[in-house]
């Protein structure tokens, strides 16, 4: 199983700053089989990112995404309200299917 | 527009059974493969099954392999997932979600519902 280690745990910034969440593989998974989701509380996840730097439809310019083998990140260039919620990276170079353990983005 | 309704959650004893369904509908249902992915309460997301575009093959979390099961109406364009067995700690939200296509090489999850709980507990 391919195990996702999301850091950090929380990051407190402000609204206007840049945030970098990172996401490291215990195995390669190339520079294609990574996404990246958002969360916020009582809704189910929304896809940012595929194939590691591709945005989802409708996703906004400030999201961003790169990396490859076994280290990626997602990168807000700069932080607006709504963006405050939980990020997952999932990677799906194998199965079974595996989900980071998430990193909080909170309003510092 | 991917729309996906999840039905079926509740109150369960350990050891009983549930079927959780969800209906589809803004796309080729029989294109694309349909998963399960789980979140119990306060915690992240644990993927839990998958069926592919044509129903005949499926896959499973070791966690639940041999008690869940996976399968698919394509007549009504609705992913059932029969749950057996159940365990305290399959207490979750159960989230449908579509595959990026059609499941045999999973991809990434379309999610749209809004989950189903279920909660195992005596």
């Known amino acids: 199983e391919i195990v996702l280690t999301q850091s950090p745990g929380t990051l407190s910034l402000s609204p206007g700053e840049r945030a970098t969440l990172s996401c490291r593989a215990s195995?390669?998974?190339?520079?294609?089989?990574l996404a990246w989701y958002q969360q916020k509380p009582g809704q189910a996840p929304r896809l940012l990112i595929y194939?590691?730097?591709s945005r989802a439809p409708g996703i906004p310019e400030r999201f961003s995404g790169s990396g490859s083998g076994t280290d990626f990140t997602l990168t807000i260039s700069r932080l607006e309200p709504e963006d405050f919620a939980l990020y997952y990276c999932?990677?799906?170079?194998?199965?079974?299917?595996?989900f980071g353990q998430g990193t909080r983005l909170e309003i510092k | 527009q991917v729309h996906l309704v999840e039905s079926g959650g509740g109150v369960v004893q350990p050891g009983r059974s549930l079927r959780l369904s969800c209906e589809a509908s803004?796309?080729?249902?029989?294109?694309?493969?349909m998963h399960w992915v789980r979140q119990a309460p306060g915690k992240g997301l644990e993927w839990v099954a998958v069926s592919w575009f044509d129903g005949r093959n499926r896959n499973y979390a070791d966690s639940v392999k041999g008690r869940f099961t996976i399968s698919r109406d394509t007549s009504k364009n609705t992913v059932h997932l029969q749950m057996n067995s159940l365990r305290v700690e399959d207490t979750a939200v159960y989230y449908c979600?579509?595959?990026?296509?059609?499941?045999?090489?999973?991809?990434?999850?379309?999610?749209r519902g809004q989950g189903t709980l279920v909660t195992v507990s005596s």
């Open positions: 194939g590691a730097s």
């Open positions: 979600a579509r595959d990026s296509g059609g499941g045999m090489y999973p991809g990434w999850f379309i999610f």
């Open positions: 803004g796309f080729t249902f029989s294109s694309f493969g």
């Open positions: 195995q390669d998974i190339s520079d294609t089989f």
């Open positions: 999932q990677q799906y170079r194998r199965s079974p299917l595996t």
